[in-house]
């Protein structure tokens, strides 16, 4: 592909964990997608990356909405590329699937420890489906914010 070249045509999907903090990745991103590119892999994309926080699908997603979190990446693509994988990154921005919550918790109470959510945005106040609440309808300003990658939260969810 352009100028690189995969050891083979082995390449592992992005797949959304759902198991970060803050948006930094961890031990286990490192685990996961570094075993993946030892059991010889050619290609390994990371997970969907809110380039946003209220981009994220969940609290629990990865995120790479600042510089605070290109280190703990770097160890992510450092184990990948020691076992000569190649690694890639899918960034996300969730919209109207935004602000929800792990996929095995939909429909479930609330857990005491769960951390909250917030309101996904889109282009019109029309909910994803009946799992999902209804977004925040973008204003044309509110677009260009999101093209940009400027946030348009006031305070950095949790
Ligand atoms: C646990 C899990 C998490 C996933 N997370 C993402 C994701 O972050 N981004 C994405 O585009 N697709 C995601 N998917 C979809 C996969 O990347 C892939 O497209 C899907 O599993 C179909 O691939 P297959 O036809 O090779 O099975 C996820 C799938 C699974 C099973």
């Known amino acids: 592909m352009r100028n690189i070249t995969l050891r083979n045509r082995i390449g592992v999907s992005p797949m959304c964990m759902y198991s970060y903090q803050g948006g930094f990745s961890n031990d286990w991103q490192v685990i996961h997608l570094g075993a993946r590119a030892a059991g010889s892999a050619g290609l390994i994309?990371?997970?969907?990356?809110?380039?946003?926080?209220?981009?994220?699908i969940t609290p629990y997603d990865i995120g790479l909405w600042s510089d605070e979190h290109i280190d703990?990446?770097?160890?992510?693509?450092r184990?990948?590329?020691?076992?000569r994988a190649?690694?890639?990154?899918q960034i996300a921005y969730a919209g109207r699937k935004a602000g929800s919550r792990r996929p095995w918790n939909i429909g479930k109470p609330r857990q005491p420890d769960e951390l909250p959510s917030w309101q996904g945005v889109g282009p019109s106040p029309i909910a994803f489906n009946g799992d999902y609440e209804v977004p925040h309808?973008?204003?044309?300003?509110?677009i260009r914010a999101v093209q940009t990658f400027s946030s348009m939260v006031k305070t950095t969810p949790s």
């Open 45 to 56: 994309i990371a997970e969907a990356t809110a380039v946003d926080p209220i981009g994220r």
């Open 72 to 77: 703990p990446l770097v160890r992510v693509t």
């Open 79 to 83: 184990a990948i590329k020691n076992s």
């Open 86 to 89: 190649v690694p890639g990154i």
């Open 137 to 142: 309808e973008l204003s044309v300003e509110e």
